[in-house]
């Protein structure tokens, strides 16, 4: 098994900005939020199942999973929100093997928002946190989605505090500033990645 990067960092942090640069370098990403998004397309295993248990209601004339009735149900219904992350939950993990294991680079970057909270990062070897002051994520995650700022404060405050995963994480890549600044930072700890992965 290839040796893995765990990459992550709080909302509008710059993880894309970060794998970004890691794949003109040449390295492999697998994209937690892209995987979490296939093992529920239409009649994927957990998708079926969702079926089974909720009927039409929660689906969108598309046959997609309709996400706002989703949420709003396993937050009035703890035990629902339990059953259907024992669902997608192995899934995911299954399928991000399943792609980390077909990686062909030197190593291969995990990307996720939730790779702390969601035991992903037991997956990698070694874990960089993209790390902003609050006030600039919520500037370019509200510049980039037209989410306001008040539920960009919200998605903040669900997820781990930034004191935790800077506490956890490996390495910290600070995003303060400007993209070639943050490319720099990244030149650097991909050589250390290397030499890592090689040893
Ligand atoms: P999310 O988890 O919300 O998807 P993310 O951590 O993947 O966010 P990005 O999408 O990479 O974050 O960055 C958030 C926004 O900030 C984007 O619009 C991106 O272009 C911009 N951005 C990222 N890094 C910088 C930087 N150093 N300078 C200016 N803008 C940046």
Redesign the pocket.
Known sequence: MVWVLGLT?G???????ASDYFAKLGICVVDADVVAREVVEPGEPAWLAIRDRFGADAFLADQSLNRAWLRQKVFAEPGERIWLEQQTHPRIRERIIEQLSKATSAYAVLVS?LLFESGQSALTQHTLL?DVPEPVQIE??S??DQNNEEQIRRIIAAQMSRADKQAKANDVAD?S???AH?HQQLDQLHQRYLTLAAS
């Open positions: 960092g909302i509008g942090s710059g993880k894309t900005a928002p993209i370019r995650a510049q980039r995003n500033g400007t993209l943050l």
